[in-house]
């Protein structure tokens, strides 16, 4: 019986310690939520629930390969920012969330009310990162951080992987 117990304990602490989040993860989060190099994406990306809901889910790309992903962060390309016009203010560069626009030209991000005049294809904003010069180490880490909360994966990303 105490044999059974032990071996019962030893495989609940083996799980357990397989499922801890990895320290490149935990740098990761680190740099998503509190880079001092440009914005941090948690100022409009949540994941595991801490940061800001208004820019695209990462999990969904979780599985998406390393240096796919950084071509993601890195696009100067958009698919769902538009420009947003009013029927009064300035227009902005927006991305509509459960119907209301967000207005990304302000830091963390506004919801911006009031009647919508028109929407046109984004010609002004840049996503961020896009600019700021993140080491490949850093990116590793977010996208090991990206891939922890997706999936639970323990997978190291070499920074090398990214070159
Ligand atoms: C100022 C807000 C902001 C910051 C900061 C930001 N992002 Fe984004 N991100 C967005 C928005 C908005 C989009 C959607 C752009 C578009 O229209 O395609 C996006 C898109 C992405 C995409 C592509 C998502 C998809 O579904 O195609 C990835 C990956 C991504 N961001 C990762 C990051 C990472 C990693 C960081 C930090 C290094 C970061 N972002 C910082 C707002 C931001």
Not at 47 to 76: N, Q
Request: net charge positive; glycine share 8%; aromatic share 8%.
């Amino acid at each position: 019986m105490m044999k059974l117990i032990a071996v019962v304990a030893i495989a609940f602490g083996v799980a357990a310690a397989q499922t801890e989040m990895p320290e490149q993860a935990k740098r990761g989060m680190e740099a998503f939520l509190n880079t001092s190099k440009g914005t941090a994406c948690g100022t409009c990306h949540s994941l595991a629930g801490k940061g800001m809901e208004v820019g695209p889910d990462l999990t969904r790309l979780s599985r998406v390969p390393p240096r796919g992903f950084v071509a993601a962060i890195k696009s100067t390309v958009t698919q769902y920012v538009q420009m947003v016009e009013l029927k009064d203010g300035s227009p902005f560069p927006g991305i509509q969330k459960d119907k209301q626009w967000w207005d990304l030209s302000k830091r963390p991000p506004e919801l911006r009310q009031g009647q919508v005049e028109k929407t046109s294809p984004n010609s002004k904003w840049t996503h961020p990162p896009a600019n700021t010069d993140y080491s490949n180490r850093e990116l590793a880490d977010i996208i090991a951080y990206v891939k922890w909360v997706g999936y639970k994966s323990v997978v190291a990303i070499e920074p090398e992987e990214l070159e």
